[in-house]
């Protein structure tokens, strides 16, 4: 009700302000959108509806692979996309604005992150990094985000290969709630610098799974992010 009350005074205010000659800003946008929005409940007006999510990681470096703890340290850009149904606007009313830029925290977000991660502040991304939102309600978040992922060698691994799984996933959404989806199947290593003295990045490929767990009859999609390291010497 407030929302709804909120875009019939902003249609008189913005009606009020043309004709007066004010330009309408982005300041006037965010207190719009923002005026009973909350960040707690999935953005979905039809609470039926599935959220789409689609994400994919961008490794950047090699950073260490400790094989006495079996842990990849490994940096990387994850990005996420998504529509918020409660996040659109009309660009006309708004000076032509299509995009706006806000921080993170203040908007809902999927709770992807790292089911392999060891036990710290790299579970999920902590990047302050703002998301950009669209006219439509389109939400993408570009951040930083170093994994610490456990690797533990496999038995008929060579000394010379290491194989990484780093899988994704939500911890409380099945696929009826919100559906992650891979943004694209191909890994981008145009920003990877291969500069780690000892190992060397030779496969990154990434696919979906859907998981079913014993807990529950819904299954959560799962991502694979799976690289194969190469050492550099013996």
């Given at each position: 009700m407030?929302r709804?009350?909120?875009?019939v005074?902003g249609?008189?205010i913005s009606s009020?302000?043309?004709?007066?000659?004010k330009?309408?800003?982005?300041?006037?946008l965010r207190?719009?959108?923002?005026?009973?929005?909350?960040k707690?409940?999935?953005?979905?007006?039809?609470p039926?509806?599935a959220?789409?999510?689609?994400?994919?990681?961008?490794?950047?470096?090699?950073?260490?692979?400790?094989?006495?703890n079996?842990?990849?340290?490994?940096?990387s850009?994850?990005?996420?996309?998504?529509?918020?149904?409660?996040?659109t606007?009309?660009?006309?009313?708004?000076?032509?604005i299509?995009?706006?830029?806000?921080?993170h925290?203040e908007?809902?977000?999927p709770d992807?992150?790292?089911?392999t991660?060891?036990?710290?502040?790299s579970?999920?991304p902590?990047?302050n990094?703002?998301?950009?939102?669209?006219?439509?309600g389109?939400?993408?978040?570009?951040t930083p985000f170093?994994?610490?992922?456990?690797?533990p060698?496999?038995?008929?691994?060579?000394r010379?290969?290491?194989?990484?799984n780093?899988?994704?996933?939500?911890?409380?959404?099945?696929?009826?709630?919100?559906?992650v989806?891979?943004?694209?199947?191909e890994?981008?290593?145009?920003?990877?610098?291969?500069t780690?003295?000892k190992?060397k990045?030779?496969?990154a490929?990434?696919n979906?799974?859907?998981?079913?767990y014993?807990?529950?009859v819904?299954?959560?999609?799962?991502i694979h992010?799976?690289?194969?390291?190469?050492?550099r010497?013996?």
């Amino acid at each position: 009700m407030l929302r709804l009350l909120f875009a019939v005074l902003g249609c008189i205010i913005s009606s009020s302000f043309a004709s007066e000659g004010k330009v309408m800003t982005e300041k006037d946008l965010r207190r719009y959108l923002f005026a009973d929005y909350d960040k707690l409940v999935r953005p979905v007006k039809d609470p039926n509806n599935a959220l789409v999510v689609y994400t994919s990681i961008t490794p950047l470096a090699i950073t260490k692979l400790d094989e006495v703890n079996q842990i990849l340290v490994m940096d990387s850009w994850m990005l996420m996309k998504w529509k918020d149904d409660y996040l659109t606007w009309e660009p006309k009313e708004f000076n032509n604005i299509t995009i706006l830029r806000i921080p993170h925290a203040e908007l809902w977000k999927p709770d992807l992150s790292i089911y392999t991660s060891t036990p710290d502040d790299s579970l999920f991304p902590t990047s302050n990094t703002r998301a950009l939102i669209y006219s439509d309600g389109t939400v993408v978040w570009v951040t930083p985000f170093t994994i610490k992922n456990r690797c533990p060698r496999q038995k008929k691994q060579e000394r010379s290969h290491y194989d990484c799984n780093i899988r994704i996933g939500s911890w409380t959404y099945s696929a009826n709630l919100m559906d992650v989806q891979l943004t694209t199947p191909e890994v981008d290593l145009s920003d990877f610098q291969d500069t780690n003295t000892k190992w060397k990045l030779m496969t990154a490929k990434m696919n979906r799974e859907s998981k079913y767990y014993p807990c529950c009859v819904e299954d959560y999609p799962l991502i694979h992010f799976n690289i194969t390291l190469k050492r550099r010497f013996l």
